[in-house]
């Protein structure tokens, strides 16, 4: 029986009356821009993240542009952040005109290493940007302090980790902004693009929400060289169905990994480590491995999917070659892009399913050591 990685139409189906019936409202009101759907979810979402406000856009990558934008990042200014992540951060940086600085990572979260971000700080930094990876929350509240000192900006990417908690407190409650994807695959995942921006800063959400509808201020009215990235109400309203589920199903991924952490623990592969302060809601499952590729390949004969997450970090793309970095210089998001591999915990996986996930990769890793 093939496994897949990800498996959006298991979800779909179970929900699929309630979207259906959502959806049809939605054109039978012909309200299909900033609708009430979008309303509600733009309040709904940022009371399970604990934010005060919500900016509903088209993707999590302009939640990102819009975030830093509305702080007022912009050409000639410099804001740090990880390479070992997906594309998206990087690129809303040079978007917004900025130039991204980049920070490794600790290899035991993935996420942006707190000691290493200081010397990194120039006259020019104006901002930092963590990404939550894999569902696990950033040591934000040591990143906070740091940018708080500097009298820096701090955004960060929560594209994988709504639901996730550090110390108690949802990704809502840090910096001055946090963002959101809403990407099929995601733990809240639409039926197409969408994203929002969490913020508890008022001034800061209305030149958001004026910046995702070309900077307007009124009817045809521009205080901003706006976007056109609003959230469609199509989108809101499977959100808000899907939404009522997301506690549940975060706690069926943490409960899929904490089975595989179990069966797993005693071979001769990394596996993910949760700190004690963080609520994990493991977007992925991910277990470091030298002999990565090889393993990946056993898996899919096998009939088990699995997915490489990242596998080169940013600043080796050709696509930033300006910025004037080369191997070796961040080797911490090096080693882990040549050893991460993300295995299936979504939500709907049966227990069949994991035995049959974890008897693969014993076998698998036994074969290869």
Not at 78 to 104: K, L, Q, S
Not at 167 to 177: L, N, R, Y
Not at 179 to 199: A, E, H, I, Q, R
Not at 298 to 312: D, R
């Amino acid at each position: 029986m093939a496994i897949p990685i990800a498996n959006p139409k298991a979800q779909y189906l179970a929900l699929k009356d309630e979207i259906a019936a959502a959806v049809e409202q939605v054109f039978d009101s012909c309200s299909f821009i900033l609708g009430p759907n979008v309303s509600a979810l733009e309040k709904e979402v940022p009371d399970f993240c604990e934010a005060r406000f919500g900016i509903g856009v088209n993707s999590g990558t302009d939640a990102i542009v819009v975030a830093l934008a509305a702080a007022g990042i912009g050409p000639g200014d410099e804001v740090i952040t990880t390479p070992f992540t997906f594309v998206a951060t990087t690129e809303a940086i040079m978007i917004v005109g900025a130039r991204p600085v980049y920070v490794d990572i600790d290899p035991t979260t993935f996420n942006l290493d707190p000691s290493l971000i200081e010397e990194k700080i120039t006259p020019k930094t104006k901002a930092i940007l963590p990404v939550h990876l894999y569902g696990q929350c950033a040591d934000i509240e040591s990143i906070e302090e740091i940018a708080r000192r500097h009298g820096l900006k701090l955004i960060s990417d929560g594209a994988q980790a709504i639901g996730s908690m550090h110390k108690g407190k949802g990704i809502g409650a840090f910096g001055d902004a946090s963002t959101l994807s809403f990407y099929p695959t995601k733990n809240l995942g639409g039926c197409g693009d969408g994203g929002m921006v969490l913020t508890n800063d008022e001034d800061l959400y209305a030149k958001a929400k004026s910046l995702r509808f070309h900077g307007m201020d009124g009817a045809y009215s521009y205080h901003y060289v706006g976007y056109c990235s609003r959230l469609d109400e199509l989108q809101a309203a499977v959100l808000r169905v899907k939404l009522k589920k997301i506690r549940e199903w975060n706690d069926a991924r943490r409960a899929n990994a904490a089975y595989y952490i179990e069966e797993l623990k005693d071979l001769p592969i990394g596996l993910p480590i949760a700190k004690p302060e963080n609520y994990h809601i493991y977007h992925q499952f991910t277990i470091r491995f030298a002999k990565r590729d090889e393993l990946k390949e056993k898996l899919q004969q096998k009939g088990i999917g699995s997915a490489v997450f990242y596998p080169s970090p940013l600043h080796v793309q050709k696509a930033y070659s300006s910025l004037g970095y080369k191997e070796g210089d961040f080797p911490e998001s090096e080693k882990a892009a040549r050893e991460v591999l993300s295995l299936p915990v979504f939500p709907e996986l049966t227990r069949a399913d994991l035995e049959e996930v974890v008897y693969a990769v014993r076998e698998s890793v036994t074969a290869l050591i």
